[in-house]
């Protein structure tokens, strides 16, 4: 069982940065793909940013690439999502996930095994 923290969201204005992080329990945390969803109000999870479980790949949306960087920290158990140049079509609940299987680029929640709570990031004109 892994359990997963997120932190770090906030309000902001459009063109700030802001650095989530997802911290877990679990010792064998470098075995599993680590994987960050959004939820805007009223929309689905979308799949954000992926990373493998040594931190030597990683996959982003195309709303994203290029704002965002997904990294890893396997002897902290932490990875972290920097955000940069927001905007307030980035305004969601942003959730990090795991999988043992090692996806990390695919788009399906029910893909992922571990889910944590959430983070509330808010961009404002």
């Known amino acids: 069982q892994v359990r997963l923290v997120e932190s770090g969201g906030g309000l902001v204005q459009t063109g700030d940065s802001l650095r989530l992080s997802c911290a877990a329990s679990?010792?064998?945390?470098?075995?599993?793909?680590v994987v960050w969803f959004r939820r805007a109000p009223g929309m689905e999870r979308d799949y954000v940013a992926g990373?493998?479980?040594?931190?030597?790949?990683?996959y982003y949306a195309e709303s994203v690439k290029g704002r965002f960087t997904i990294s890893r920290d396997n002897t902290r158990n932490t990875v972290y999502l920097d955000m940069n140049d927001l905007t307030p079509e980035d305004t969601a609940v942003y959730y990090c996930?795991?999988?043992?299987?090692?996806?990390?680029?695919?788009?399906?929640?029910?893909?992922?095994?571990?889910w944590g709570q959430g983070t509330q990031v808010t961009v404002v004109s």
């Open positions: 679990e010792r064998t945390f470098s075995d599993v793909s």
């Open positions: 996930a795991a999988s043992v299987r090692g996806t990390y680029s695919d788009d399906r929640p029910a893909t992922y095994n571990y």
């Open positions: 990373i493998s479980q040594a931190g030597h790949s990683e």
